[in-house]
């Protein structure tokens, strides 16, 4: 579904990302993992083009996309989340949650006039769809508050929810369990395990070893911008170089 070759990105003299090869099949949930400045976040930018490439070729579903501006690969299905969470604080939960909705007729201004049923009739799918998503997420009752009431862990899980807004069909987190207490870190897996059932692809970076042992199909390891292992779980997890690497 996503692969990427040969990918660059140097920041002056340093090499953030150095020939980097990742490929995610679809249906499956891939983990990213690698020590702090391994270059896992500039690779989720690069593979969303957030931040151009030096060089290398990014393919998802088929198509080359490393020519498309971020908005255009969100609407071929490829959304992502940041590891800081970038929510409207401003607005109300529920606010943010129709924002992420895209493609809505009302958002033509004629149809407004022309064709208000259809408009109010997705209005209110919109809305329904995002209470049942910030039900699955735990942020209900929060639906009227304040996004910048909400705590770190909570904004993650707004960001989560609003991406799945748009149904996509590949999700990039980024450190979606850092912050969030242990409940909440469960209860994000299983939906995690959920909406893969449902057809969604996940590719998640994250430094809780077990969110990543428990969830992923496969497993890549970047350390310096480089690769340095892929496999499965149990692979990675016996790998001599993935543990000196965390070790030091
Ligand atoms: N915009 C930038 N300008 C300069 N250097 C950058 C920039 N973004 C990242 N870097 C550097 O590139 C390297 C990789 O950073 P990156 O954020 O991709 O690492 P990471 O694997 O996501 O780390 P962490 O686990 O701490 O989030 C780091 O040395 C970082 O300081
Ligand atoms: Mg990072």
């Not at 400045?37 to 989720?44: E, H, I, Q, S, V």
């Not at 049923?117 to 997705?122: G, S, Y």
């Not at 942020?139 to 929810?161: D, F, I, P, T, V």
Request: charged share 20%; hydrophobic share 45%; aromatic share 6%.
């Amino acid at each position: 579904m996503l692969a990427a070759y040969g990918l660059g990105k140097s920041f002056g003299g340093l090499r953030a990302v150095d020939d980097a090869k990742l490929e995610v099949a679809q249906g499956s949930i891939t983990g990213l993992i690698g020590p702090n400045g391994a270059g896992k976040t500039t690779l989720f930018n690069l593979l969303s083009n957030f931040i151009r490439s030096d060089r290398g070729r990014v393919i998802f579903d088929g198509e080359p996309i490393q020519h498309l501006q971020p908005h255009q690969i969100a609407q071929m299905g490829m959304v992502r989340t940041f590891q800081v969470a970038r929510v409207l604080s401003r607005l109300s939960v529920m606010e943010n949650m129709l924002l992420g909705a895209q493609k809505q007729t009302g958002e033509n201004f004629w149809n407004v006039w022309l064709q208000p049923k259809q408009v109010i009739e997705e209005e209110k799918q919109q809305r329904e769809r995002a209470e049942a998503i910030l039900e699955s997420v735990g942020l209900a009752h929060m639906a009227g508050a304040y996004a910048g009431a909400l705590s770190g862990g909570q904004r993650k899980l707004l960001e989560m929810a609003r991406a799945l807004m748009t149904d996509p069909k590949l999700i990039l987190l980024d450190e979606p369990a850092a912050g969030v207490n242990p409940t909440l870190i469960n209860q994000i897996c299983d939906r995690i395990v959920t909406w893969n059932r449902e057809g969604m692809t996940f590719l998640i970076i994250e430094h809780n070893m077990d969110v990543i042992m428990s969830l992923c199909d496969r497993v890549w390891v970047l350390a310096e911008g480089r690769n340095l292992a892929d496999g499965t779980p149990a692979e990675i997890q016996q790998n001599a170089q993935v543990l000196e690497a965390y070790l030091g």
